[in-house]
């Protein structure tokens, strides 16, 4: 770059990225935290290991065909066919770590900055769908059959739906006027959808339902860390943000020059604006839960995160008091629906994240489609198509978008996929551990105990297991 | 040609930056590492799965014999039970 103003917005761009994905650790720091905690002490270190080994296997996977389904797919099966998408291949030479720009390829002089930290800031968001997953599963699946899992949701089916809603080329955005700026439905409603599909035929946890179908709690083996990890989520989701903007980009569609932050449709928004909503829609989740849940730490804590989650679609654009009150909606939402699926449909989610991730996503994506109504959504990449256009052209924000939208990305990107492969795991016995193993603890024959100074305190459901032990089926 | 194509970077001087491309070894077959990557993520997963259905299966035969409520019931040495 031989002008010093375009180094400084590719470079900083570069930098910006970069240090997204540093604070995006954080949340699988948080991840790992929150879930070792809710998870009984003879299986903490399994559950450790398991939310630990998926983000090797997603990132090997999400640079293999991952990064290139994000640009190869946004326009299948309704705008067109596939893009070519050559720096997002493996094999490329700009997929190929350092590289100064120089070659044939005209964008290889932004492409050989901008990719490597796009990708990572990308794959972190992979990373945090499937360990939405796994705390969904804990303490009854195969880690192996997780592993399946995660690579099918972190590095195929989020990724395309990435590809068709979270991207201003994406048929549901050129189409549908589709809007789902900080990715409500886009990562959060398509884990929870999958979790969903998932837990429907592993089933609960031996004991966890009672003879007469009462729900019976499971206490965590540690409360405070489980409320720390989702302070680290928190804290992690601020890069998460970050990431979800494109940091300097001319928004003037005419001959002049106006240089703005954009949401990832390209359209404008401000960091300014985001910190406003990002904290007040934290705000009305955990005020909404703590009432809800009567001071339940667990839940005002998971109400938090959903109330950011349920804004997120609109975060972008929405007025800080509107984030507040669509993020203590959601949040409420979340908690009386995982109340009601438990009790009624006895699915067992240790870490409520189908309610805070999937119901909390799609509440969000539904709601910002009414809030936003009229918007544009993105550039338009051909005149025409869009079901609903402003008037100068662009497709338009809009319900029934968002509302086809949210449906896709729960039920036929996330639950369906999951649903299938963990019926075809079941089939050939790979997906649940036995009986023995469960009832035992996971750790007790291969780590051992986490606290070996620490006595061990049977509890009401300890002795409930115990009598499932003597069950001889 | 393809140990010196991977074990060679390909430059010998950065002094006119703007023709430089690729400054990783192994440009031009960026596919044979590709491959042995993928075999390796292949293999991997496969290991551990078998690995892991044999361990689970050892374990669950263990627990059968010494008893599992006695396994339960042990608690605080869980570690004796490896």
């Keep these: 770059m031989s002008s010093l103003p375009d180094a400084l917005n590719v470079i900083f761009t570069e930098a910006y990225y970069w240090i997204t994905v540093v604070m995006m650790f954080l949340i699988h720091v948080g991840f790992c935290t929150y879930e070792v905690g809710v998870a009984r002490r003879k299986n903490a270190m399994t ?49 190929g770590g350092p590289h100064m720009g120089g070659g044939a390829d005209a964008n290889a002089p932004i492409w050989a900055r901008l990719n490597g930290v796009f990708w990572a800031a990308f794959l972190l968001f992979s990373w945090t769908t499937a ?78 339902f009672g003879p007469k179908g009462e729900v019976r709690t499971i206490l965590p083996h540690n409360p405070w860390l489980v409320t720390i990890g989702l302070f680290l989520i928190f804290t992690g989701f601020w890069g998460f943000y970050a990431a979800c903007n494109i940091p300097i980009f001319d928004i003037d569609s005419t001959d002049g020059v106006f240089y703005s932050a954009t949401n990832i449709y390209l359209m404008p928004t401000t960091l300014s604006g985001i910190t406003f909503n990002f904290i007040l829609s934290l705000s009305g989740g955990l005020m909404a839960a703590y009432i809800v849940s009567k001071g339940d730490p667990f839940w005002t804590y998971s109400g938090g995160l959903c109330g950011i989650i349920s804004a997120s679609a609109g975060n972008d654009l929405y007025h800080p008091v509107i984030a507040f009150g669509v993020g203590g909606a ?95 795991l079941k089939r050939f016995n790979m997906l649940r551990v036995p009986r023995e193993v469960e009832l035992a603890g996971f750790d007790t024959a291969k780590y051992g105990d986490p606290y070996p100074y620490f006595p061990h305190v049977e509890t009401e459901f300890d002795q409930i297991e115990r009598e499932h032990a003597k069950d001889k089926h | 040609m393809l140990i010196s194509s991977v074990l060679s970077t390909g430059l010998s001087s950065f002094s006119n930056p703007t023709t430089i491309g ?14 042995i990557i993928f075999v390796a993520w292949l293999g991997w997963q496969i290991y551990q799965f078998r690995s892991e259905g044999k361990e689970l299966k050892r374990q669950a035969e263990h627990f059968r014999k010494v008893g599992l409520d006695k396994v339960m019931k042990a608690d605080i040495h869980r570690d004796t039970m490896q």
């Design chain 2, 22 to 35: 690729p400054m990783y070894p192994g440009v031009g077959v960026e596919w044979l590492l590709v491959i």
């Design chain 1, 330 to 424: 959601g949040a409420a939402f979340a908690y009386v629906l995982h109340g009601f699926v438990e009790r009624r449909f006895k699915i067992d989610d240790p870490v409520g994240a189908v309610a805070v991730h999937g119901y909390g996503g799609f509440f969000g994506t539904v709601v910002a489609g009414f809030i936003l109504w009229g918007y544009p959504a993105a550039n338009p990449t051909s005149e025409g198509v869009a079901w609903f256009a402003t008037a100068e052209g662009q497709p338009m924000i809009n319900p029934l978008g968002n509302i086809i939208g949210a449906i896709i990305m729960f039920w036929v990107l996330g639950f369906i996929p999951c649903y299938a492969l963990a019926r075809v």
């Design chain 1, 131 to 208: 360990s939405i997953i796994s705390g969904a599963v804990m303490e009854r699946i195969r880690t192996g059959a997780f592993f399946m899992f995660a690579v099918l949701v972190g590095s195929f089916t989020w990724i395309l739906d990435a590809s068709w809603g979270w991207n201003p080329a994406g048929w549901m955005v050129q189409l549908m006027g589709y809007h789902d700026a900080y990715a409500s439905g886009v990562v959060h409603a398509i884990a929870g959808g999958s979790a969903l599909g998932i837990l429907l035929v592993l089933g609960p946890r031996i004991g966890k």
């Design chain 1, 47 to 95: 559950v450790v290991m398991k939310n630990t080994m998926l983000i090797p296997l997603v990132t090997v996977t999400f640079f293999f065909f991952g990064w290139w389904v994000y640009f190869a797919f946004s326009n299948v099966p309704f705008n067109g066919g596939f893009i070519d998408a050559p720096f997002a291949l493996p094999w490329g030479e700009l997929m």
